[in-house]
Structures are given as structure tokens and as C-alpha cells.
């Protein structure tokens, strides 16, 4: 039979001298404080208004991306037709995510938090909870890749045509 010794200078662990494990956040988390106090990440279902700013930023690159086709004949017409969609795309949620406001004044409270504060804070969808951070990364990611890969295919596209088109 092995017997394993303690090491005699360190203290046995209690429950007095554990440490809970804490959360990104930095805050207890209620499954390893014996739930005891049950802090758990404050949880939200609206989106902050700096995502929605840098979601039009980005959806504005992608359209002056689209732009770098741009030539003669119909292709101009074409052009102005999606960036019509784009733009349709992008006012409606916007327009509705006031809408489902209480006040207008609530979107411009100063006890609002700050897009870090809020993306540490638990963002609710249909399918489940996410962190803020994530849920931003999911709406953000498509079109900014979207319009990253249309500027490389605009600077291929103007990089590549013949010098008299």
C-alpha cells in the first residue's frame, strides 16, 4: 500500500481558505460558491447603440466597395440598385430597434453602460444566452467579411483591367 505525506508546511484546505472560482468577469460564480450568493453576469436583450454605429460603418465601406465596379452602361444603374438594398437593409432593423424602445430618451441615458461593460454582460436571443462580446462578433463578423472581400476584389478587379477600359 502507498501512503502519499502532506507537505507539512502548507495549511490543509478548508472551505475558509479556498478561493472561488470567479468568471471572466471577475465575479464569483454561483456553481463554485456553494450557492451561497448567487452572482451571476447581468443579462440583456437590447442591443448597444455603438454596435448598430459600427455596423452601418461597416455596411457603408461594403457599398463604396461594391462602388469600385462602377463603369459604363447599365452597370451604374445596377450599382445604385443594391446600394438602394444595402441601405434598406440596414435602416429597417435600425428603425425598428428604436421602435421597440419605451422612450427615446432610454437610448440616451447616461447611466447607460459602456460597450465593454455591455459586452461583458449576457446578451439573450431566441436560441439561448450569449455573452455581449460574442453576440457583436456574430452580427458584426458576415459583413465586415463581406466588405473586406469585396475591397479585394475591387482593388483585383481595377488593378487587372486593361489601361483603356
Not at 462602388?67 to 438602394?84: D, H, K, M, P, R
Not at 455581449?132 to 478587379?157: K, N, R, S, Y
Request: proline share 6%; aromatic share 10%.
Amino acid at each position: 500500500m502507498v501512503t502519499t505525506k502532506s507537505n507539512p508546511r502548507q495549511a490543509p484546505a478548508t472551505d475558509a481558505t479556498r478561493r472561488p472560482a470567479t468568471t471572466a468577469a471577475g465575479t464569483p460564480d454561483a456553481r463554485t460558491t456553494g450557492g451561497k450568493t448567487a452572482r451571476r453576469r447581468p443579462s440583456t436583450n437590447w442591443m448597444h447603440p455603438r454596435v448598430h454605429t459600427i455596423l452601418i460603418a461597416v455596411t457603408a465601406w461594403f457599398a463604396l466597395a461594391v462602388w469600385s465596379f462602377a463603369g459604363q452602361g447599365i452597370v451604374n444603374y445596377l450599382l445604385f440598385i443594391v446600394s438602394g438594398f444595402i441601405f434598406v437593409a440596414v435602416a429597417l432593423p435600425l428603425i425598428l430597434s428604436y421602435v421597440g424602445r419605451e422612450s427615446r430618451a432610454a437610448t440616451h441615458d447616461e447611466n447607460a453602460p459602456s460597450l465593454r461593460d455591455w459586452a461583458k454582460c449576457e446578451y439573450e436571443t431566441s436560441a439561448g444566452k450569449l455573452s455581449g462580446a460574442e453576440a457583436a462578433t456574430q452580427i458584426l463578423l458576415p459583413v465586415a467579411a463581406a466588405a473586406v472581400g469585396m475591397t479585394a476584389i475591387g482593388l483585383i478587379f481595377y488593378f487587372s483591367a486593361p489601361a483603356g477600359a
